[in-house]
């Protein structure tokens, strides 16, 4: 995933296209997996997590990379 999104930058890209994409998984329910991992990328690359510059969520949408 943390290169998938960054060849993506500036694209949103839903939940489920990162499952599909990334993971080769098709969620007929929700999970949290993305939102896991997401956490976890923000842990590395931002300076404050809480408050991201990079890994946006696009309410309703999915994630931005915007590095």
Known sequence: ????IIEHRGATISR???LNEVWGYNALVSTRT???RVAWLRQK???NPR???FI???HG???KFVG
């Open 45 to 47: 690359v931002e300076t």
């Open 56 to 58: 946006l969520a696009v």
């Open 16 to 18: 489920d296209e990162l």
């Open 1 to 4: 995933m943390d290169y998938w």
């Open 61 to 63: 949408m999915g994630y």
């Open 51 to 53: 408050h991201p510059l």
């Open 34 to 36: 993305v939102d896991v």
